[in-house]
């Protein structure tokens, strides 16, 4: 059996002043690097946990506490990836908005459909984001916005091809990532509908542990919280 352990990043300041962030490139508040500590410090309690990759997206936010859980673990020796397929879900137009201000224009009900359901884009941004982290990629996969079910079709590849098959070979994993992008995987894993989704809430910084079989089935799930 393996473990894969799922950390979403530390609070952020867009986290802290409510707005929609998606790809937008943001850093940790004292508050995030706080919590992204103590990620570390719950990881160190999990029992035979010994992961031989650590995987991240190409924003700060999840980078940062990626490396500072690595150090709390005394694993930054370890190998990470980082790539955008793991990058937060893209909000388009929302991208800087209050969430509060957007339920004021767009109204409640279609401002919770953006942000839980399954299949809801919200407004695309004018132009495909650019920026030099993203250069080498293929330009006709880059978004302007996206539903959770387009965010999990792009996160899945990089799952299957470079996190399954470590953990069919019984290597632990250690992904630090996303809300957003966090829900479309673990709505893959656990096989949640479509309606219950709409109800999966990832907390900043309390690491999920989940104990896999040799088929990848999920023998146990515990959310490790101070």
Excluded at 50 to 69: C, D, E, F, G, Q
Excluded at 86 to 91: A, I
Excluded at 137 to 151: F, K
Aim: net charge positive; hydrophobic share 40%.
């Amino acid at each position: 059996m393996a473990k894969l352990v799922l950390v979403r990043h530390g609070e952020s300041v867009a986290n802290a002043a409510n707005v929609y962030t998606g790809w937008n490139d943001v850093p940790l508040t004292k508050k995030g690097e706080q919590q992204a500590k103590k990620a570390g410090e719950l990881i160190n309690t999990i029992s035979d946990f010994a992961p031989t990759h650590i995987h991240t997206s190409v924003l700060s936010r999840a980078i940062v506490t990626a490396n500072i859980v690595a150090e709390t673990c005394n694993l930054l020796w370890l190998p990470m990836t980082k790539t955008w397929r793991l990058n937060e879900r893209h909000y388009g137009a929302l991208r800087g908005l209050n969430k509060d201000t957007s339920r004021k224009v767009f109204g409640v009900e279609q401002v919770l459909l953006w942000r839980r359901s399954f299949d809801s884009v919200p407004p695309k941004q004018g132009s495909p984001v650019i920026d030099r982290r993203y250069k080498l990629c293929d330009q006709h996969l880059m978004p302007r916005a996206e539903s959770l079910h387009q965010t999990q079709k792009r996160l899945m590849p990089y799952y299957y091809d470079h996190i399954a098959s470590r953990l069919l070979n019984g290597e632990d994993q250690l992904i630090v990532a996303h809300g957003s992008s966090l829900r479309a995987l673990i709505k893959k894993l656990e096989n949640i509908n479509n309606h219950d989704i709409v109800n999966l809430e990832v907390p900043n910084a309390e690491p999920i542990v989940y104990t896999m079989d040799e088929q990848l089935n999920i023998v146990k799930k515990e959310i490790l919280r101070s």
